[in-house]
């Protein structure tokens, strides 16, 4: 145990929780199944927020914000997408509460909605009922819009920051006058959260698309990027739809092409939500505590004075302060951790369960020999450094620190990633070594499913990269032409 945290060797699952709790990201709310997100972790998903949004916004979408509630009826326009979500759906049946006279709050029953309402668990059907109204020619086209907000899917089995029943996210919906230019959007909007995991979280993921049995509910193909976490266990960071016109048959949202004929209009939604967090911690931190890539570090650099008397303390504080102005001046955020009321030890404890980058400490003696005591947190690395020139310093050793997070977590999942040819392997490495297999399958859902049953492994994705090469599916012994990505998930 360290800080009241279980090693994550011991217990992966209880390690997970107890970091989040501890480290104050969020706790538990009274409502089953959600959680309140505590400002140290809501800063991290802001800097997740304010970073995708600018590449949105790159790529030329731009923000809306669509209700809450979904009328009940327009989820039966659209069958599959219904049959996906109607098991996870909270719906609103009355509009007031009443006191029965006995001081007890209760339903007034004579305030029934004519129509139930949903709490959306995802906004496909809201939005294109919109777009109707606001699509009836080509030149209206393409709609490029993004919505941040939160959604609701009714989960039995939860976990902070992985599956729970309320969640923060964004969704992106878009409308197109091809296939085509749907299609590139997909493929566009799948490298925008691929740049954005590899070189903002340091997360190395596979991108690829799913199989049938997997795809969004009412989308002809989704793609999806796959991270490995350090149980070996996969995990879903992202997905970009191709929608065809499904959604705009369901709703009669047609337009005037260019040619003069009516056309439905061809679709896509897109999206990633806090599990993001849930990814940071599982793929990077370790026994101490977090391990924050630098890039989404909501404090990237801490500073702690070591000191006895206030004289020392103002000596100290006057080169902090023109320090803090060399790296606000570099984007670098910085803390000055001056409470007279923590012992500088107990300072220490604290950043690096919070995932600090870099830590600073500097006490009388090195204002007197002009120097810092620099320790990195991914590597527990402590060296004694100049002042001089020490913002330049920090700036390159947070890129170096990024660079390194980034890299273990490659070298982890390369190490982790075996090719399997014979069944019985497979279901003994999946107990024995967890992490991706990749295998060959026969292209049945029928056979996929066998799998799972089986096994509890699923295919992740169908890599975008791969190589095609005659082989035999492991389950059934049927031919098949590639290999595909298995792994248990989240």
């Given amino acids: ?13 209880q390690w997970f929780n107890d970091l989040i709790i501890k480290s104050d990201m969020a706790e538990y709310s009274p409502v089953r199944g959600c959680m309140i997100i505590k400002p140290y972790g809501y800063s991290i998903w802001e800097k997740i927020q304010a970073t995708l949004d600018k590449m949105f916004k790159d790529t030329g979408h731009v923000n809306a914000y669509f209700p ?10 659209e069958a599959s997408h219904v049959e996906g979500f109607a098991k996870e759906c909270a719906v609103v049946t009355h509009y007031r509460l009443k006191n029965d006279g006995e001081g007890n709050i209760i339903v007034d029953e004579e305030a029934k909605l004519e129509e139930e309402l949903i709490i959306r668990p995802t906004s496909e059907t809201i939005i294109w009922n919109t777009y109707r109204g606001w699509i ?4 209206d086209l393409p709609i490029l819009v993004n919505q941040w907000a939160n959604v609701m899917r009714w989960e039995m089995r939860t976990r902070l920051f992985l599956r729970t029943s309320e969640f923060l996210w964004q969704e992106g919906h878009t409308a197109h006058a091809t296939a085509e230019e749907a299609i590139a959007e ?57 929608l065809g016109q499904n959604f705009a048959k369901a709703f009669d949202v047609k337009f005037t092409t260019k040619e003069n004929v009516q056309d439905y209009v061809w679709a896509t939604s897109w999206g990633v939500s806090t599990r993001l967090i849930g990814a940071l911690i599982m793929s990077h931190s370790d026994d101490a505590g977090l391990v924050l890539p630098p890039k989404l570090a909501p404090i990237q650099v801490v500073v702690v ?4 008397h206030d004289e020392e303390l103002a000596n100290i504080t006057t080169f902090v302060n023109s320090l803090k102005k060399e790296l606000i001046a570099k984007g670098i955020s910085i803390k000055f ?16 369960l919070k995932g600090v980058p870099v830590r600073v400490a500097i006490g009388s003696r090195d204002m007197q020999n002009g120097t810092v005591e620099l320790a990195r947190r991914d590597t527990k690395t402590k060296e004694t450094v100049a002042q001089e020139g020490l913002a330049a310093k920090i700036e390159a050793l947070l890129e170096e620190i990024q660079a390194n997070i980034y890299n273990k977590a490659a070298d982890f999942r390369t190490e982790n990633t075996v090719e399997v040819n014979d069944y019985e392997e497979f279901k003994r490495l999946l107990d024995e070594k967890p992490g991706f297999l990749s295998a060959h399958w026969d292209g049945t859902a029928e056979t996929e499913q066998l799998i799972k049953d089986e096994t509890k492994a699923t295919i992740r994705c169908i890599p975008l990269n791969n190589k095609q090469e005659e082989g ?3 389950r059934t012994g049927k031919p098949s032409t590639q290999r595909v990505l298995f792994a248990r998930a989240y």
């Fill in 305 to 308: 004075p070591i000191y006895k």
């Fill in 1 to 13: 145990m360290s800080k009241g945290v279980i090693s994550k060797d011991e217990d992966y699952s």
């Fill in 136 to 139: 009836q020619s080509y030149r």
């Fill in 186 to 242: 997909t493929e566009q909007m799948l490298e925008v959260y691929a740049d954005f995991a590899e070189n903002f979280m340091a997360l190395p993921v596979v991108r690829g698309r799913k199989t049938p049995n997997e795809r969004f509910a009412g989308a002809l193909d989704t793609y999806c990027i796959e991270a490995l976490m350090q149980d070996g266990k996969a995990l879903q960071a992202g997905t970009s739809h191709f």
């Fill in 472 to 474: 035999i599916c492991i």
């Fill in 337 to 352: 951790d001056n409470r007279d009321t923590h012992r500088p030890g107990a300072k220490f404890a604290e950043y690096e």
């Fill in 68 to 77: 809450l509630l979904i009328p009940k009826s327009f989820f039966s326009k």
